[in-house]
Each structure stands twice: as C-alpha cells, then as structure tokens.
C-alpha cells in the first residue's frame, strides 16, 4: 500500500511539473583549457613580444555553450615547445595586467609548469591572478581574453620554438 502511494505521488509530482524543483540549481562544471601559443622563429633577435585575443565561447563545448554561468580558475601551464639550448625569461599577462613571470632553461619548460602547482620556473603576480579570478567569475562564452608573453631569449633561436601559456578553468553550466 505504501509503494502505491509512493509511486502516486511521485506521478502528481511529474505531472504538475514539480520535477523543475529539482532539477533548479543544478549545475555542471566543465573543464576549458584557453590556450595561448607564441611563435618564435630562427632569427639574430633575442627578445620576443606577442599577443593574442581569445574568445571563451570557442573552447567550450557547444552543448554547454547557451548556458555558463561564470567559472573559477583551475591553473596556468606554460611550456616550450620546439629545442632551446638556452634560458628564456618573460612576462605572461591577461589583460594588459602581468599574470605571472617566467624564468629557466629551455629543458625546464620542456614540460608544462604549472602556476598553481608551484613550479619553481614561474611566479604568480598578485593583480594578474585577481584580474583573471574577476574575468571568470563573469565569464560568458562571448568573453574575450588577451594574453601576451614579453620576454628575453639567452642565446638567438636557430630552430623555431612555440611558447604555450594555458588558462585552466572550470566554467559553471546550468541545464
């Protein structure tokens, strides 16, 4: 007798659109990665200056898309791509506001190294990280990005080398 009125219950409860209680505040994290690639071909130069314009809504998933909600960060890589015998140093920045700096060989970012995982080759600064924390909070999938990469190269490249600088994120969806 009490399943039957259990199963009633629940039948009045889909029926008359109470299901929408629910279902109300769920929401899905999704993983974004932004990514940010500098190329840096063979030339006597030893400085590089770079910038690039990201639009948020291109790296999340189309099913999620109609629905972010703002997101949080996650983490920052940046990494070479490409065999550089000598140290490169810079600055990352988000915005116009420096994001983190880097420092080390060319094999030290031959893996990616993490902000957030406190890699000894990159060091957050402050108002970048508030700048990118206030960005995502906000998000939406028109959101545009800048990030820039300015840094100094020990020796001149003699093969082309990419530098990557990664936004981590999570965005929040709501179905």
């Not at 490249?157 to 990557?164: A, E, K, N, R, S």
Request: proline share 5%; with cysteine.
């Amino acid at each position: 007798m009490k399943s039957r009125i259990l199963a009633l219950a629940v039948i009045v409860l889909f029926a008359t659109g109470g299901w929408e209680c629910f279902n109300e505040d769920i929401i899905i994290p999704v993983d974004v990665k932004l990514p940010a690639t500098f190329n840096i071909n063979p030339s006597s130069a030893t400085s590089f200056n770079q910038g690039t314009t990201i639009r948020v809504g291109d790296y999340i998933d189309e099913t999620y898309e109609d629905n972010v909600q703002g997101g949080r960060l996650v983490d920052v890589q940046v990494w070479i791509v490409g065999t550089y015998g000598g140290t490169v140093s810079g600055t990352a920045s988000i915005n116009g506001q420096p994001l983190l700096t880097f420092n080390g060989t060319g094999a030290n970012f031959s893996t990616p190294q993490s902000l957030l995982g406190k890699s000894t080759y990159i060091t957050p600064v402050t108002a970048g990280v508030t700048e990118l924390n206030n960005l995502l909070k906000t998000v939406t999938p028109n959101t545009l990005v800048q990030v820039s990469a300015v840094g100094t190269l020990s020796t001149a490249v003699t093969t082309p080398i990419t530098v990557y600088v990664t936004i981590i994120t999570q965005v929040d969806s709501q179905p």
